[in-house]
């Protein structure tokens, strides 16, 4: 496919100097209706080339309002990025609501140079790179994803040229020798890169690059017409949304509810408890070293109803762990920078580092709890979320994490008692509110949505673990031990 | 100092219990008045210590509500944090206002290090650090400063205890060795790192540690009470503000203007300035490779008036550069996240990487500009701000960092002659709006605070440089040569 390409076309400077000055005004009135409808887009640039991609880059960049995008080289990742999902620093730079992220290089550089290297598998796959240019396109984000092409033997003119140009970057140098030996390869890499990847929502367009002119004018008229066309999609009926085929939630068809099943009299003596909670903490405290000393991350999910139990937890499993190696993440409404963007954004940042363990006081299960619930997200939002939530606990899984989902369940009666408890205290009263108690009005409608969260995302790689919480001590023992087998898993 | 102190105070289990509890409830109030009052806290942890320091910190943590703090366990700084200044992972770790940043080790741990090693200056001062808690202290932040203490037996004790547990991490235990066997130098160091830092607005609390029951009970009741007393000062009369003498502001005691004696009738040849143009992009283009393979990190700073001409010069430098290798950094009004931090927090989070060149559209300037005319900083907070902001330059220079800051400057009646072509070309209009035209009332006031600013904040390590910029041309050619200068400077 792309050696049939004529990549000669060219254009003359006076051509290009008219043409450019048209473009950069209309791309500029472009990007501020962009802004006004708060659509975030991302644009990379991918390619075999010899300079040519810079070049282009640096004719794009200053015809944009400065204030409106960030620019990204993309390189080799640090020993920091290496140890999060491979996903992790490209979710991190997606843009806010508006604003646009622009990419020299970007996800796809990895996994092309894996092709070429053929050192086998290192865990990406485009079915994952899929799932995120499909999240981030059913979150309104605009992708616009250039390849600019460069024969052979321009490349191998450019070259020859940087032999005089004794500063420029030793490793840039290397790296265009590299590509030039592995022309064939590189083209064949892209090729499948170019077939698996080209989606309605984020396609590639393509660009002879052997003539910068040509090449710079061409990204122009491409990003505006691409531009355009997502903006009356946008202003028409949100067509993206639409287009891709909704995991089809049939949860009503449900005849039994997951919560209804469990038995919430499990108790535990008070002597028992207090020698088996000693046992637990000793173990855990072990445990989480040897996490440390062989690097592997771990997150804990706590979800459950209110006044369950979700501190009192937190607290004693954290007792047992060295403080420089765990931190507790608790998630509330999110704040605007967190809403201007999709609403995963600020959870792929908590990830832990290597060896460090996370507890998230609950978590991105709010999308489809108490946003669903209290009409905070869409209908097509919450359905949509089960997939991408199971997305992201497989790239998570994937990466080498470990991850711990606890459903912390107690009943109605019980939660009564214990918000009233909370009021008679005078130290606890801060914790209740009206708000508390307005939610539990709600109770069905919460459950029906935590039963279809459970339902939906108990996953082979991410099981949920329901645990008994009317009684107090029963529930952390058992949860304890949850975390305990899985952390022996795995070690 | 330090050896005459008796570490074996010691409590038993009960009265910890009872204490522990009736502190933890104090200290959960206060930290929600702390949340109303928005006043952000830092606590820090030093010390010599045989795990004590940990416990007590995990003690510490539980008893917070976890949405209110962030912790943070300072190790040795990452390849990419050495190339910053050495305060940057500090800086940028500071809480917003009302919430908490909890540290085990910190700013000192390197300073301390160095002293032990005796390996020379590694470029840390304490005037520096003492800089840094003083623009933090003035800005409302509460810091506290715990030094935890341990006598050498119970060190050693430690360290033979360690021998039995297998999986404590390795690098840990090397650790505690290393400080039971340099234990007296450690003594001095610390000393000497107490008796330099110790000030009003952050000082030393000191904690016996031996006994971790009675050690935890005196930070809880230090940390109450040190947050009582900075809460009254607070809902008082700012009492730190005024407690610390402000430089002293004596700009209406210049006779002279600076900028009065700028010459703008200066101007350059059409045809002498395209091959100036030509020579200067191609040696900018050339000098920001040698900075990138010499990892020097450069930042440019551009002030001056509306339609001065920033845009434009902008456009030529960065034609010059590699894409990859700069960003431009617009900087406009802060937003909620960055108002709710020191206003130079979002400054110091754009230091450039190692090699990388930072041009800022606008800067920290305009806190003595826009925010002195037109009254969003108080008077204090603008006139401190000129030597906060040299303090800044400072570390940036000291760390090897290239500054380089230019003033453009047009004269009023030029002013009023782009604004006017800017309404009557279509495709300028966005870029003039009536804010613009109110801002050139304020003329005079803006002149003065200009005056002041070029007068207060001309370093030996960064000078400004005042460009003539009534024609682009010759102001465009005058600033690039600056740039070309200052890098082959340092180069």
Same mark, same amino acid.
């Given at each position: ?22 473009? &950069?005004?209309?791309?500029?009135? /472009?990007?501020?209706? !962009?802004? *006004? ?7 990379? @640039? ?8 810079? #070049? ?20 080799? =990742? ?6 999060k999902p491979f996903l992790w620093?490209?979710w991190?730079?997606? =843009? =806010?609501?508006?604003? %646009? ?20 598998s290192?865990g990406i796959s485009y079915p994952e790179i899929k799932a995120f240019e499909r999240q981030l396109?059913q979150d ?26 004794? $500063? ?6 290397? $790296? ?65 949304? +639409?287009?891709i085929k909704m995991f089809d939630p049939k949860i009503s068809e449900l005849s039994s509810s997951i919560l209804d099943k469990v ?9 028992? !408890? ?12 072990? /445990?989480? !070293?040897?996490l440390?000393?062989?690097?592997i991350p771990a997150i804990i999910v706590l979800e459950g ?12 499993? &954290? ?10 993440i =608790?998630i ?10 999709h609403y995963l954004w600020r959870f792929w940042?908590e990830f832990p *580092?290597?060896? $460090?363990i996370h507890i998230f006081?609950r978590s991105w299960y709010g999308r489809v709890l108490v946003e669903r619930?209290?009409?905070?997200a869409?209908?097509g939002e919450w359905k949509r979320a089960y997939k991408e939530i199971n997305e992201m606990e497989k790239s998570f899984v994937n990466s080498g994490a470990i991850l711990i989902k606890f459903w912390l369940h107690?009943?109605?009666?019980? #939660?009564?008692?214990? @918000?009233?408890?909370?009021?008679? &205290? ?6 209740? &509110? ?6 539990? +009005?709600?109770?069905? +409608?919460y459950k029906v949505a935590v039963d279809e969260m459970l339902y939906r995302t108990s996953t082979s790689y991410a099981p949920w673990n329901i645990i008994?919480? $009317? ?7 058992k949860a %304890?031990k949850k975390i305990i087998e899985a952390f022996e898993k795995r070690l």
């Amino acid at each position: 496919m792309l050696e049939k390409i004529d990549l000669d076309k060219k254009m003359g400077k006076k051509e290009f100097q008219e043409k450019y000055e048209e473009l &950069t005004y209309k791309l500029g009135e /472009l990007q501020r209706k !962009y802004k *006004e409808c708060r659509i975030p887009l991302i644009i990379i @640039f991918e390619g075999l080339d010899a300079r040519g991609k810079s #070049q282009i880059i640096n004719n794009l960049l200053p015809s944009l309002d400065p204030r409106g995008f960030k620019f990204f080289y993309i390189q080799e =990742p640090t020993e920091a990025e290496k140890s999060k999902p491979f996903l992790w620093r490209f979710w991190t730079k997606t =843009p =806010p609501k508006g604003l %646009m992220s622009i990419m020299d290089k970007s996800w796809y550089k990895e996994i092309v140079l894996k092709r070429v290297d053929e050192k086998g598998s290192n865990g990406i796959s485009y079915p994952e790179i899929k799932a995120f240019e499909r999240q981030l396109a059913q979150d309104d984000n605009v992708l616009i994803k250039f390849f600019i092409h460069t024969s052979k033997n321009k490349l191998e003119d450019r070259i020859k040229d940087l032999k005089k140009e004794e $500063n420029f970057p030793q490793i840039l140098k290397e $790296n265009l020798k590299e590509k030039s030996e592995k022309y064939d390869d590189y083209i064949s890499a892209f090729e499948e890169m170019l077939e698996s990847t080209d989606s309605d929502y984020a396609p590639w367009a393509f660009v002879e690059g052997n003539d910068i002119e040509f090449a710079t004018i061409k990204v122009f008229m491409l990003l505006i017409n691409i531009m355009e066309s997502k903006l009356s999609e946008h202003n028409s009926s949100k067509g993206i949304q +639409e287009g891709i085929k909704m995991f089809d939630p049939k949860i009503s068809e449900l005849s039994s509810s997951i919560l209804d099943k469990v038995d919430l009299t499990q108790d535990i003596e008070k002597d028992e !408890y207090g020698k088996e909670l000693d046992k637990c903490k000793e173990r855990l405290s072990s /445990l989480a !070293y040897d996490l440390y000393n062989k690097k592997i991350p771990a997150i804990i999910v706590l979800e459950g109803w209110d006044a369950a139990g979700k501190g009192g937890l937190i607290r004693r499993a &954290t007792s047992a762990f060295d403080p420089r190696f765990y931190n507790v993440i =608790p998630i509330g409404k999110p704040n605007d920078w967190e809403l201007s963007h999709h609403y995963l954004w600020r959870f792929w940042n908590e990830f832990p *580092e290597k060896g $460090n363990i996370h507890i998230f006081d609950r978590s991105w299960y709010g999308r489809v709890l108490v946003e669903r619930v209290e009409g905070l997200a869409s209908v097509g939002e919450w359905k949509r979320a089960y997939k991408e939530i199971n997305e992201m606990e497989k790239s998570f899984v994937n990466s080498g994490a470990i991850l711990i989902k606890f459903w912390l369940h107690i009943d109605q009666e019980e #939660q009564r008692k214990r @918000f009233k408890a909370r009021e008679e &205290t005078e130290y606890k009263q801060w914790k209740i &509110t009206e708000e508390d108690w307005r939610n539990r +009005e709600k109770w069905e +409608e919460y459950k029906v949505a935590v039963d279809e969260m459970l339902y939906r995302t108990s996953t082979s790689y991410a099981p949920w673990n329901i645990i008994e919480f $009317n009684s107090k001590k029963f529930g952390r023992i058992k949860a %304890m031990k949850k975390i305990i087998e899985a952390f022996e898993k795995r070690l």
